[in-house]
């Protein structure tokens, strides 16, 4: 299984950024989609999540209103939108995959990762 992210960079604040995440070597319809991200110094965090065929999503309460998380099984890309970015959302993104719509999330678990993709936004 490999999640590849990509799409982060350097933004100012109040701007906006579209990751993605291209999954290969899994049933993609089978599998939850989220994003995790972990800042310097700090834990790992989870930021969202989205069932396997879209109809459900959950947010951490941090980037409610401003991250939107979308997936596209026909392409096997789940995406994360986020605008009206801060500096405290600086940090490197995580996706992940799970078979599971769990609370494992919320426990910083997921069956597969991503390697990441650095955000950076600038006051």
């Known amino acids: 299984v490999q999640l590849q992210a990509s799409g982060g960079g350097l933004v100012q604040a109040g701007g906006f950024l579209r990751l993605s995440c291209a999954a290969s070597?899994?049933?993609?319809?089978?599998?939850?989609l989220g994003w995790f991200r972990q800042a310097a110094g700090k834990e790992r965090e989870f930021v969202a999540r989205i069932t396997w065929g879209g109809g459900a999503t959950n947010y951490a309460d941090s980037v409610k209103g401003r991250f939107t998380i979308s997936r596209d099984n026909a392409k096997n890309t789940v995406y994360l939108q986020m605008d009206s970015l801060k500096p405290e959302d600086t940090a490197v993104y995580y996706c992940a995959a799970d078979p599971k719509y769990s609370d494992r999330w919320f426990q910083g678990l997921a069956g597969f990762w991503g390697q990441g993709t650095l955000v950076t936004v600038s006051s």
């Open positions: 070597g899994l049933t993609f319809s089978g599998y939850a």
